[in-house]
């Protein structure tokens, strides 16, 4: 058996990495490597994770909602994964050390259009993602990001933490981040829980949306549909999922073949 990679989230049937990760150890030659899905419950997740590197794992991403979990249980971490509170991805030493770092962050700012140095942002959340979008954003040097989230207390927190301005409206600004869980399902309408309505798009320069769903979302949608440069939440996917699997294999990404094999479906 050759080595073996993974996805630890619960639920996590849903995700798309085994096919985008899968698709790129084929293609850089590590065919007898394999990326699954790990559903494991919060109740099991650490004895689970320390399991792994004597069962052949050499690293796993981390989803929802074990993303505070794998910075807490990991041996060392790195600066921005401590400074945003969570880990997406754990890499294993043989003799079963646990790295974790956060790839959501520089996954970010390599989806953007322009670069972010300088300019204003709008990030609508206050959970572990949108931490990661407001550090990432901070330390690119984003002159102003503003926060708002359902929970106007959880924005505040945040910004006292990182840094950032919280905000009750979405005002408007270069660049606009969704990275509430808003929109996920597709059976309630998105816009009736975020502050702002699809005409409002036209008040950014660039709409990024974290959330993925099996169509465009409709906040992509009325993005694209008044031609503002959209970032979607499989861009994101391949964006994070190309930098972990540098760091689990050493080797350089395969972008546009994970892209082709996200977009496949
Ligand atoms: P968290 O659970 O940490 O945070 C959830 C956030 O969504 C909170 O701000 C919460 O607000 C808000 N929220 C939940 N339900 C609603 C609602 N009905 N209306 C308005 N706000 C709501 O999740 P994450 O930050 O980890 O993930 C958020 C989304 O981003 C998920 O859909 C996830 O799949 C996606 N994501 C995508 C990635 C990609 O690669 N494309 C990477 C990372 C995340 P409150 O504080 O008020 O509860």
Redo the contacts with the bound molecule.
């Keep these: 058996m050759g080595p073996r990679l993974g996805v630890l989230g619960w639920p996590v049937r849903h995700s798309r990495s085994p096919a985008i990760q899968n698709a790129a150890l084929a293609a850089v030659g590590l065919a007898e490597w394999r990326y699954q899905l790990l559903p494991v419950p919060p109740i099991l997740f650490s004895e689970t994770v320390r399991a792994l590197p004597g069962a052949g794992f050499r690293g796993a991403n981390v989803?929802?909602?074990h993303?505070e979990a794998a910075l807490a249980l990991a041996d060392d971490a790195t600066a921005s994964a401590r400074a945003i509170g969570a880990a997406?991805t754990l890499t294993f030493d043989r003799d079963g050390a646990i790295h974790a770092d956060n790839t959501?962050a520089p996954?970010l700012i390599a989806t953007l259009p322009f670069d972010a140095a300088g300019r204003s942002a709008l990030v609508l959340?206050?959970?572990?993602?949108?931490r990661a979008a407001v550090w990432a954003l901070l330390e690119a040097g984003t002159r102003e990001v503003r926060v708002w989230?359902?929970?106007p207390e959880?924005a505040r927190a945040l910004c006292a933490e990182l840094g950032g301005i919280p905000v009750l409206d979405a005002e408007p600004a270069d660049l606009l981040v969704h990275?509430?869980?808003?929109g996920?399902d597709t059976s309630r309408p998105m816009f009736n829980?975020?502050p702002l309505g699809a005409d409002d798009v036209t008040k950014y320069k660039c709409v990024v949306d974290?959330?993925?769903t099996k169509w465009d979302t409709p906040l992509v949608s009325a993005a694209r549909a008044n031609a503002i440069p959209t970032v979607d939440?499989?861009e994101?996917?391949i964006a994070?999922g190309a930098l972990s699997f540098e760091r689990f294999t050493g080797e350089p990404a395969p972008t546009e073949l994970m892209r082709a094999a996200v977009r496949r479906g």
């Excluded at 959340?125 to 949108?130: L, Q």
């Excluded at 990275?179 to 808003?182: D, F, I, L």
């Design positions: 989803t929802i909602p993303k997406n959501d996954g959340g206050a959970g572990g993602s949108a989230n359902r929970s959880r990275c509430t869980s808003s996920l829980s975020l974290l959330v993925y939440g499989l994101m996917l994070q």
